[in-house]
């Protein structure tokens, strides 16, 4: 499982790829996660806080499921292995959006990096993460 983790080489072989669907952020308590145990299975991604299990679902089933969130989230996965002990390409990645107004919500796995941002900026986006590449 090893990643890249020479900034540099992270950065020109970032290929950017947007997720399909619009993504929810939610987040269940004990008792709602009861009423719908399978729910965690369903969601892209869930981590546990104090407040609750945090879960991010498709728009469409939180909205059926009447769980409150505050937007949609389109998913971008940078599509580099890097390494869990890679140092500086959430930075840059979260610098360049923020420099164009864009909240970067990002999600590490064992893989690769999800960057999560409102569906109405998610063009521009993947513009700016493109042009890391350079």
């Given at each position: 499982?090893n ?5 540099e080489q ?19 308590t ?26 991010v ?6 909205t ?10 389109t998913?971008?996965?940078?599509d580099?292995?890097s390494?869990?002990h ?11 959006l923020?420099e164009?107004g ?5 999600i ?10 409102p ?7 993947l513009h700016?993460?493109?042009s890391?590449r350079?």
């Open positions: 499982m990643g890249l983790t020479d900034l992270l950065l020109r072989s970032l290929a950017p790829r947007r997720l399909s669907g619009e993504w929810a952020f939610c987040s269940l004990p008792d709602r996660l009861a009423e719908t145990p399978t729910l965690a299975t369903e969601a892209l991604a869930t981590f546990r806080e104090k407040e609750g299990l945090s879960i679902l498709p728009v469409e089933r939180a059926e499921l009447g769980l409150s969130f505050e937007g949609n989230f998913g971008i996965t940078l580099v292995h390494s869990l890679a140092v500086g390409l959430t930075a840059v990645v979260a610098s360049r923020s164009a864009i909240s970067a919500n990002v590490a796995a064992a893989f690769h990096d999800h960057v999560f941002v569906t109405a900026e998610a063009a521009e986006a700016i993460l493109n890391l350079a």
